[in-house]
Antibody, heavy 120, light 110 residues
Framework: QVQLVESGGGVVQPGRSLRLSCAAS????????MHWVRQAPGKGLEWVAL????????YYADSVKGRISISRDNSKNTLYLQMSSLRAEDTAVYYC?????????????WGQGTLVTVSS | QSALTQPRSVSGSPGQSVTISCTGT?????????VSWYQQHPGKAPKAMIY???KRPSGVPDRFSGSKSGNTASLTISGLQAEDEGDYYC??????????FGGGTKVTVL
């Protein structure tokens, strides 16, 4: 059974940095591309970033490009999201999701999410 | 990249069918057969219900079906049940390794 567990969220001041983690189990983590998707309070879903199965390729939404970095450690079965220069509009629940890497480009499994609140 | 357009809400009685539309452009919905749909209950993580326009992940009831025509995709829930109440989001691959979601539709079972 696939399990994705995010951590690292919390309250952070504008302009500061934060790193989120997502621990994966129940899958061969190194086989799959992974995404981060976020949801602002009371709002819809927004795709944030994608990393390839081996970490060699990264892609970002325009809204976060240059401020957010996705990475992974396949030896630890862990996905990361490094966020810097945080803004109020980055306040959201951040979900780690698995791309089944079967060519259908969707989000097959989701973690429970971790809440990031950017506030002074 | 603009969000896909979904109705804010739809409703139906138990046993009825409801359809949620998701309108994009030729750069996303119309350009790829990579439309997916997600169900989200309050306070919970989203769950994949449809992928590849019309395919159901294992364990999703066949009451859920998807289709696409041009730049508009649709999710139909047949034989509506109380547990189907929640928010539904469509999503499309938008090229260059980017994805775009719809604004979400609240499904109410009367």
């Amino acid at each position: 059974q696939v399990q994705l567990v995010e951590s690292g969220g919390g309250v952070v001041q504008p302009g500061r940095s934060l790193r989120l983690s997502c621990a994966a189990s129940g899958i061969t983590f190194s086989r799959y591309a992974m995404h981060w998707v976020r949801q602002a309070p009371g709002k819809g879903l927004e795709w944030v970033a994608l990393i390839s199965y081996d970490g060699t390729n990264e892609y970002y939404a325009d809204s976060v490009k240059g401020r957010i970095s996705i990475s992974r450690d396949n030896s630890k079965n862990t996905l990361y999201l490094q966020m810097s220069s945080l803004r109020a509009e980055d306040t959201a629940v951040y979900y780690c999701t698995r791309d089944p890497s079967d060519g259908y480009n969707y989000f097959a499994n989701w973690g429970q999410g971790t809440l990031v609140t950017v506030s002074s | 990249q603009s969000a896909l357009t979904q109705p804010r809400s739809v409703s139906g009685s138990p046993g009825q069918s409801v359809t949620i539309s998701c309108t994009g452009t030729s750069s996303d919905v119309g350009g790829y057969n990579y439309v997916s749909w997600y169900q989200q209950h309050p306070g919970k993580a989203p769950k994949a219900m449809i992928y590849g326009v019309s395919k159901r992940p294992s364990g999703v009831p066949d009451r859920f079906s998807g289709s696409k025509s041009g730049n508009t995709a649709s999710l139909t829930i047949s034989g509506l049940q109380a547990e189907d109440e929640g928010d539904y989001y469509c999503c499309s691959y938008a090229g260059s390794y980017t994805w775009v979601f719809g604004g979400g539709t609240k499904v109410t079972v009367l």
